[in-house]
């Protein structure tokens, strides 16, 4: 035995209107199709499901007996397809991103407060975590997409380019008293060329850090590859560091958010200006939602003003 829902609804239309061509109307099929799914349903079945006659279609005692079961199974089958079907929307509608500490606490609240005021009706969630862990996340479906410096793809996952930023030097500055509200205005971002970091003291991210090898390489071209320097796991740390006046510390322009909190002055590093890829990485062969979609577009009009 088989039973189809097409035919165990049919069967609960004629028996709730006691009547074929009523019943077809409200099932939207024509009546003679409506016949056919209950004498199929009756074959199967191995008994009559209704008595006809021309004035009234009752049911049979094995129909009445059929009822209530017909009628659990299909009132079960639609609660759990509206409940699949609100989950399916929620999980639409819900944007997981996965970034490192200083991209989630100075570059994704405004992108976020901009995407958030045209699109109320997605959720978002944010998980703050290193590298490694947003390659995890994104990975095992833990979240939608990771955003940071990947400079190669992980095993299955696909890396695209959503941003440009360039290496700066962060200094301290000494204290000054203010005298104006000027005083209060977060510096402008200068240029200084490598050649500046010759005599500089040095602190940075552990050697192993990607970010950091692509800064020794270029150290390298003044002397200063080999330089033992004290070295931090975070960029946060590496500039509260700075401000306290450890030393001079090289980092992407995506930090400099961070650095305006702080008293520090920040110079773009030219001679050469070194660009660095900022990427979004996503599950290779994942579904990407409209959700996702119109978080790129935000975030790759926002980049641009946060590193500069």
């Avoid at 059929?66 to 299909?74: A, D, G, I, M, S």
């Avoid at 997605?122 to 390659?135: I, N, T």
């Avoid at 104006?180 to 977060?186: L, N, Q």
């Avoid at 050697?207 to 200063?224: C, E, F, K, S, Y």
Wanted: hydrophobic share 45%; net charge positive; aromatic share 6%.
């Amino acid at each position: 035995m088989n039973l189809s829902t097409r035919q165990m609804r049919a069967f609960l239309q004629v028996a709730r209107l006691g009547n074929f061509t009523r019943a077809a109307e409200q099932a939207h099929i024509t009546q003679a199709g409506l016949s056919i799914l209950i004498r199929e349903m009756e074959k199967q079945l191995g008994c009559r499901l209704f008595d006809r006659t021309t004035r009234v279609v009752s049911l049979t005692p094995a129909g009445r007996r059929l009822l209530p079961v017909v009628e659990r199974l299909v009132t079960d089958l639609d609660d759990v397809a509206a409940q699949l079907g609100a989950e399916g929307d929620e999980a639409r509608q819900t944007l997981r991103i996965a970034a490192t500490p200083l991209v989630s606490s100075h570059l994704l609240p405004q992108v976020f407060t901009t995407f958030r005021e045209a699109h109320p009706q997605v959720s978002l969630r944010l998980f703050d975590a290193d590298l490694r862990d947003v390659e995890a996340m994104v990975a095992a479906g833990d979240a939608d997409m990771g955003l940071g410096f990947f400079f190669k793809a992980a095993a299955g996952l696909e890396r695209t380019p959503v941003g440009r930023f360039h290496l700066m030097r962060v200094m301290p500055v000494m204290p000054v008293m203010p005298s104006t509200d000027a005083a209060d205005e977060p510096p402008a971002i200068g240029t200084a060329p490598w050649s500046t970091l010759r005599t500089a003291e040095l602190i940075g991210l552990p050697a192993g850090n990607p970010i950091q090898r692509v800064i020794d390489q270029h150290l390298a071209t003044i002397g200063r590859a080999d330089a033992q320097r004290p070295t931090f796991n975070f960029f946060g740390t590496l500039i509260s560091m700075v401000e306290a006046g450890f030393g001079t510390a090289v980092m992407p322009t995506f930090a400099l958010a961070a650095c305006r909190r702080h008293r520090v002055r920040t110079d773009v590093l030219v001679k050469p200006k070194i660009g660095l890829d900022f990427y979004r990485i996503a599950k290779r062969g994942a579904h990407e939602t409209e959700a996702m979609q119109a978080f790129v577009a935000t975030l790759v009009k926002a980049l641009p003003a946060l590193s500069r």
